[in-house]
């Protein structure tokens, strides 16, 4: 099948190219019966317009990529959907990539987008944060970049984060005002603004209540992590009154390994995680979890980034803090 191409609509009508590209481009130098004769002969052809000429001729690819650690969770999935919301509302493609947790692979991701002549990138990090430098290098080749969720200060770029801090506050407090003392915290990945400030609102909660802090123990994000540590507690006869996990994964881990050696959730322990991950509503007990606005983030992301493609590279880095809300579930009630 013939493509058809605007010379042949211009040969149909006897007219040159650039009256038919004006039409087109709805441009005010062309008079209106013309242009809708054109317009209707083009359909009647099978016009369609090239894409990648459109492309070309405007320096974009209208195409953004989207790297981020995992799709097991439905964290980051959610995400995604509110940003493909706002670019599909703008013409814009997104390719979304996973890091799986390397570093390695989600540099190749980004050097594979890059090559491939995005218009931009959003991207959750991996927790092995080695990129920093490589992620300056593009910004200061005015590359556009919007960060979410798993940052790190030394980049400067916009972000989009949660008020992590606010809400582990809140989360230690749930367990605190039950009357819970010996509490223990799973530490996420240290080298991540968010562990820095789920960590942060662990301690001050302690502080406000005027109670010794409890231990903190690294852990990490994952749910193999979860088991490992709370099997590590169990060993060490270290097992606490309550838990707040760094997020959902490792609480449902650490769960997972308390109920297998005999203790009741949340009877013997109390457990709380953050993210508001679907584990949270189908492991037994349900659990305790921060939610987060998974669609806001997304939709800001993708607003700011757009913003800094139409600005080209002349923008001011901004950082937007959303908020959430703590879902209490049978996890974390205390059983008098």
Known sequence: MKHITIKDVAKKLNVSISTVSRAFNNKY???????????KTANELGYKPNPIAKKLSQQRSFTVGIIVPEFSNNFFPEVMLGAQEVLLKEGYQALIMQSNHSWEVEKKNVETLVNNMVDGLIISLTSENKNNAYYNDLIKQNIPIVFFNRTVDQIKASKVLFDDYKWAMFATEHLIVQGYKNIIHLEGDKNLTLTKNRLRGFTDAHKKYKLAVGKIIPCGFKMEDGERVAQEIIDNNEVPRAIFAAND??????????????????????????TESNLAKHTTPTLTSVEQPTNDIGQTAAKLL???????????????VLNGRLNIRDSSVKII
Do not use: C, M
């Not at 130098?29 to 317009?39: A, F, G, P």
């Open 249 to 274: 994964s490792s609480a449902v881990g650490a769960i997972s390994v308390f109920k297998k050696n005999g203790y009741s959730i949340p009877k013997d322990i109390a457990i709380v995680g953050f």
């Open 306 to 320: 757009l913003e800094q493609i139409n600005t080209k590279g002349l923008f001011v880095p901004q950082t937007i």
């Open 29 to 39: 130098d062309i008079n209106e019966e013309t242009k809708q004769r054109i317009l």
